[in-house]
């Protein structure tokens, strides 16, 4: 490796003799060169350092700069790159209705005079409930949580037939069981997805029973692998409600059927939080990185340089609760067309090493050596081909960025939020070149 105090570079048709390839600042310089109507002098026949800042005036700003503290020329751009919002849409679950099938409490042929009955309890009913147009994000669910909880109404009605009277009827460790993925609020009588009715009268002289219970969402699965998956953009919820227990009919007189007829009412539901495993579209603007305001004969078409460590940062903050992968194709362009075979991949989707953002703030060093000194980078990636980009410096280079999630893993996300990804490049080449740095001996 020869760190470069300044560039060595191949000008066509100048006369470079014997250059070392280390550059000071300050050096005189003593070998007249014309290019363009101009006069560079640069030592010949000498290993002595020359110094750029003789030959190239750099101004506040622009894109070649001298470190102050090392003196090493560094090509440096930076700027914002553009990544839409991104949103899975709500989830909305119909309301549903479930009738358990009616049970007769007392039937009685003979004429009985206030007497007391005791029947037991044993019904079911199904339960099902759907929501169609889920998002393509959601590819499995492990659970979905309302911002408000929603209702669920119990009903216990009593149908009557024949000449019967009673005064009361009362629930006897009587217990309504719901499918194990609903999640209740927690109240009195609620045990996980159970309640539990005891001693409550459930009829008074002909009266209807009624409960309503808040429920906060559905969860299928703690585990990946074991939720629902939407078919189609359809999610269809099935499961059975059931009763059972005993009920006491007290003050029953006369002949006749009384049958208990218990239903529940879930009301629709639209789920604002899920977890599951998520992949949301992310999608990036392609970005053009200017290299401007270089000096002419970097920008020589025979010019080729070979960079020790070339160094492009990523920097982007990461809002979901899930790593995101970012592969990226860097295209460098001269003349308005791609310089062939120069274009540049990179990460796990084109075979190359993952570059991964994790939640929060990223800062990605995307390097040569897989190594660099940049304050703040929370993760170095080895590019090896990356010198492809600047071995003829282009006009610009054309950056696609595809930011993918392909976490197989249950996270949480925010249904209906509008998801950013800000974002920004910088690029820092420290001009310190390798063997390959192309220079043309004087003729």
Known sequence: MYPLWGFLLSFPLWTVSCVDNKYDLDKDIDMTINVGGEHLTIPAGSSDTAYLSKIIEVEEGDILQPDAATRVYHLTKKDDIDVKPTTVKEVTISETTTKLEETKIVNTTSSLINEDVTEGINTLGDFKAESNNIDEALKELGALYA?????????????????????????????????????????????????????????????????????????????????????????????????????????????????????TVLREMTANSVTGVIQPEIKAETTNIELNDLPDFLKDEETRMDITNPVILLRAENQLETPVEVDAVLTPMKGNAQIDGKEVKVGSGYGKTPVVLASGKNVIALSRTGECTIEGVTSNVKVEDINNLLETIPDDIEVDLQPVVRNEDYYTAELGRAYEMPSSYEVDVPLSFEQNLNNVSSK
Request: proline share 3%; charged share 20%; aromatic share 6%.
């Open 147 to 263: 911002k408000t909880p929603v209702d669920l109404i119990l009903t216990i009605d009593f149908a009557n037939t024949g000449d019967l009277s009673f005064a009361k009827v009362k629930a006897n460790n009587l217990k309504i069981v719901f499918p194990d993925y609903i999640v209740f609020k927690a109240e009195k009588g609620i045990q996980g997805h159970e309640l539990i009715l005891d001693g409550q009268v459930l009829s008074e002289n002909g009266s209807s029973y009624s409960r309503t219970l808040k429920v906060e969402g559905y969860k299928f699965s703690e585990n990946a692998g074991a939720g629902r998956k939407p078919n189609e953009g359809t999610l269809t919820i099935e499961g059975v409600i059931s009763m059972e227990g005993e009920v006491v009919t007290s003050g029953v007189s006369g002949t006749g059927i009384l049958s208990l007829v218990p239903k």
